[in-house]
T-cell receptor, first 113, second 116 residues
Framework: QKEVEQDPGPLSVPEGAIVSLNCTYS??????FMWYRQYSRKGPELLMY????GNKEDGRFTAQVDKSSKYISLFIRDSQPSDSATYLC?????????????FGKGTKLTVNP | EAGVTQFPSHSVIEKGQTVTLRCDPI?????LYWYRRVMGKEIKFLLH????????ESGMPNNRFLAERTGGTYSTLKVQPAELEDSGVYFC??????????????FGPGTRLLVL
């Protein structure tokens, strides 16, 4: 079983739609839960991170963590064509004396005008 | 502030050749990480430098990979000899303080390596 599972999509929505992206995980040692956005030919860019269960909002983006179910989500409200990108969930864990990130495969999102 | 830069952006080599990838972290960032994404797979951790010291290299695939960070500034990742399965995108990331809470990891654009 992979430590982090993420549906790779692709996901195509019309402009203005609410987008829901999800990841599940199996490692209880994960500490921080992050969402990265990656545009084509670019490196991942951190969107949001959370530590505890619950919701965290930043503009049109809401990150949700449910540690009891080992499930995290990213919601995008009023999606825009500029949101078209690959969204990666990532989780941090301390192993071997180092804090490292464990990524999901990423979900490719296209927002159509 | 300049971001993390990586060179080259693309590299196409033949099996058995040597390739060296370079990463310049954000100035002042002591922590430098290498990650790799093989086609169809997730991004995976390779190793972590704190200044010039290797903090954790548990993700390095085998001894054909050698990473260095002389003087605690830029880092190089050498693959010698390259094999077909080494193809992928190699990302470098840097952070000022260790720990997500204090400082995030900033990623470079990646080097796309294709081994033929």
């Amino acid at each position: 079983q992979k430590e982090v599972e993420q549906d790779p999509g692709p996901l195509s929505v019309p402009e203005g739609a609410i987008v829901s992206l999800n990841c599940t995980y199996s490692n209880s040692a994960f500490q921080y839960f992050m969402w990265y956005r990656q545009y084509s030919r670019k490196g991942p860019e951190l969107l949001m991170y959370t530590y505890s269960s619950g919701n965290k909002e930043d503009g049109r983006f809401t990150a949700q963590v449910d540690k009891s179910s080992k499930y995290i989500s990213l919601f995008i409200r009023d999606s825009q064509p500029s949101d078209s990108a690959t969204y990666l969930c990532a989780m941090s864990v301390i192993q071997g004396g180092s804090e490292k990130l464990v990524f999901g495969k990423g979900t490719k999102l296209t927002v159509n005008p | 502030e300049a971001g993390v830069t990586q060179f080259p952006s693309h590299s196409v080599i033949e099996k058995g050749q040597t390739v060296t990838l370079r990463c310049d972290p954000i100035s002042g960032h002591d922590n430098l990480y290498w990650y790799r994404r093989v086609m169809g797979k997730e991004i995976k951790f390779l190793l972590h430098f704190v200044k010039e010291s290797k903090q954790d290299e548990s993700g390095m695939p085998n001894n054909r990979f050698l990473a260095e960070r002389t003087g605690g500034t830029y880092s190089t990742l050498k693959v010698q000899p390259a094999e077909l399965e080494d193809s992928g995108v190699y990302f470098c990331a840097s952070s000022r303080d260790e720990g997500i809470f204090d400082e995030t990891q900033y990623f470079g654009p990646g080097t796309r390596l294709l081994v033929l």
